[in-house]
């Protein structure tokens, strides 16, 4: 369901290190997820999606995978640069085209 | 390709006052677009979904004469907040789903709008 009122965790990463970022979800039904990326005084940008007949999927330096037991989602970023600092939501599909997102956390990428 | 714009970025303005914020879609048809509030250090909260041609779907607790929404084309959605006080003071952001687009697709973000209310 809907994460409200919850303020952000937060995770620091050396540059050069891989950044992993969780999310749990609610709704067992739900059979299609996004990671967005959101940037300071900016609109959440796309990274990477996944359907839940697939546990995992790759993109550029990016991993996302979804285990339905326990709903959990997870965003790997390999080699993780200063411009991956943002904060991260995790989506998922509710009803038709409407999603309902996680708390979100902050990455932030110490050079 | 799957540009969505917010119109305006920042408005600063007195309690009481009504605030129009549009949400456009460049390259594509929208027959959904959608109106989220986002506090600092927060998630974003849907607030409403808006149809193309008919009336606004609102989420429990939100009020649908406080923030209207107004879908009249396949590419412009507005919402006005009215009779706006402090604690209005949000960052609205909208996002659209490419009518052409099988399911299971991500929605497309605007940049959002800072609203303060004095």
């Known amino acids: 369901g809907e994460s409200v009122g919850l303020h952000l965790p937060t995770l620091s990463v050396q540059e050069g290190d891989n950044s992993i970022i969780n999310c749990a979800y609610s709704?067992?039904?739900?059979?299609?997820f996004i990671w967005y990326k959101q940037e300071s005084g900016k609109g959440p940008q796309f990274i990477i999606d996944i359907r839940s007949n697939m546990d995992k999927r790759q993109g550029q330096r990016v991993t996302v995978l979804l285990n339905k037991t326990v709903k959990h989602l997870s965003l790997q970023i390999a080699a993780t640069q200063p411009g991956d600092s943002a904060v991260y939501f995790c989506a998922e599909k509710i009803t038709g085209n409407q999603f309902y997102f996680g708390t979100g956390t902050s990455l932030t990428v110490i050079p | 390709g799957a540009v969505v714009s917010q119109h305006p970025s920042r408005v600063i303005c007195k309690s009481g006052t009504s605030v129009k914020i549009e949400c456009r879609s460049l390259?594509?048809?929208?027959?959904?677009m959608f109106w989220y509030r986002q506090f600092p250090k927060q998630s974003l909260m849907l607030m409403a979904t808006s149809n193309e041609g008919s009336k606004a779907t609102y989420e429990q607790g939100v009020e649908k004469d406080k923030f209207l929404i107004n879908h009249a084309s396949l590419t412009l959605s507005t919402l006005t907040v009215t009779s706006a006080h402090p604690e209005d003071s949000s960052f609205y952001i909208c996002?659209?789903?490419?009518?052409?687009?099988?399911?299971?697709?991500?929605?497309?973000f605007g940049d959002g709008t800072r609203l303060s209310i004095l």
């Open positions: 390259d594509f048809q929208a027959t959904t």
């Open positions: 996002s659209a789903h490419n009518a052409g687009s099988t399911s299971n697709q991500p929605q497309h």
């Open positions: 709704n067992s039904a739900s059979d299609y």
